[in-house]
């Protein structure tokens, strides 16, 4: 099965800007739009971020548009979120996700990293 393994959390300062990565397995990266969740304690599981097959569309929750940056390297089999300007709020944990055809489609992925924390305290 696919593989997803995402790393670069941990704990900021607000203002402070973090990269995270997620790692893929397998040779079929490039076919797939990739995105990112987000879960805080107590709260759902939240949309972040989505980036088609070819890296030219991307899609972002209205909270960290502005400040968030999806990317992907195809030829590494990663997908990145870049974090700037980070607030309290976004504290939670950040899950990869692969989506089932090239371009995202709402409740439409297949695997699910196992999560990395970013905190971010005031």
């Known amino acids: 099965q696919v593989q997803l393994v995402e790393s670069g959390g941990g704990l900021v300062q607000a203002g402070a800007s973090l990269r995270l990565s997620c790692a893929a397995s397998?040779?079929?990266?490039?076919?797939?739009?990739m995105g990112w969740f987000r879960q805080a304690q107590g709260k759902e599981r939240e949309f972040v971020a989505a980036i088609n097959w070819s890296g030219d569309r991307s899609d972002y929750e209205l909270s960290v548009k502005g400040r968030f940056t999806i990317s992907r390297d195809n030829a590494k089999n990663t997908v990145y979120l870049l974090m700037n300007s980070l607030k309290p709020e976004d504290t939670a944990v950040y899950y990869c996700?692969?989506?089932?055809?090239?371009?995202?489609?709402?409740?439409?992925?297949?695997?699910w990293g196992q999560g990395t924390q970013v905190t971010v305290s005031s």
């Open positions: 397998g040779r079929t990266f490039s076919m797939y739009a």
């Open positions: 996700v692969r989506y089932s055809d090239h371009e995202p489609r709402k409740g439409e992925y297949d695997y």
